[in-house]
């Protein structure tokens, strides 16, 4: 399936390796976009405007739609389903919003300004004070350092990439009728935005992939605390990307690395 730019859909049916069939095309919303796709279970989900169409993926036919934000600028720009609904993130805003994948009702939402200005309650004023975080709060769309530019969900957390270069970690915890947010690290990557991030499904060697900017990438592992075993630590690696004689990308391995830890049941800061 593919989008266009004045809000159709095309996808193909009965793909073969001979014959790929022909093209369908359906209109998703006329004039508006479709700017971000996501299956569910037999659902496709489809971002358009600040509006979320939901249609069935055998009939195409409607079966709910609703409205992530009332500003129709704020495009839908990231869906990634967990494990309690559907994360979604739209274009420029510092917002991220869990839905309800039956109801379609919004569960809760995260703000990743009010961590970005104001820091942890646990974190020391000092080191607060020392962060390189940003200052005006004024700044909004593309320009605003606190706008979500990635976004990765894993079982029990969320992590999220900013466009001042800041990863915000955040732990999902379960409670009656829905969800709740806790923060648990917030580390400034770098001084570009965070564009990607990408979390290797592997149940016996877990990898999280952030990209901070241009020839730069973090990796993530977990490891068992050793001063208590029920909690996990996430130390990051750099690894340098650079250009051989020859034009291409290589990863230098052997360059300086920095290791930042995040513990999982505390608020814990270097």
Partial sequence: ?????????????????????????????????????????????????????????????????????????????????????????????????????????????????????????????????????????????????????????????????TGGGHLIVLEVKDKIGGCSLQVRALHKLSEDGVRCMVHSRLPKDPVILTCPQRGLINLWRPEEDEEDATKTVWKSITVQCIENAEGLDIFKTNTTTTTTTTVWGEKYWE
């Fill in 1 to 161: 399936r593919s989008s266009d730019l004045d809000g159709r859909l095309a996808y193909l049916e009965e793909i073969s390796d001979n014959d790929p069939g022909p093209i369908k095309v359906i209109t998703i919303q006329e004039g508006l976009p479709v700017s971000s796709l996501l299956l569910v279970n037999d659902q496709l989900w489809c971002g358009s405007g600040s509006c979320v169409i939901v249609l069935n993926v055998q009939t195409f036919e409607e079966q709910g739609c609703f409205k992530t934000d009332y500003d129709p600028k704020k495009a839908v720009s990231r869906m990634m389903l967990g494990k309690h609904g559907v994360w979604t993130a739209a274009r420029g805003s510092t917002e991220i919003k869990l839905w309800h994948i039956e109801t379609f009702k919004q569960i809760v939402f995260f703000d990743s300004s009010s961590v970005l200005y104001q820091g942890l309650d646990t974190e020391p004023a000092k080191a607060r004070s020392s962060r390189s975080l940003p200052r005006n709060t004024s700044q909004s769309g593309s320009n605003n350092p606190c706008r979500v530019t990635s976004l990765l969900v894993t079982d029990e957390s969320v992590w999220i990439g």
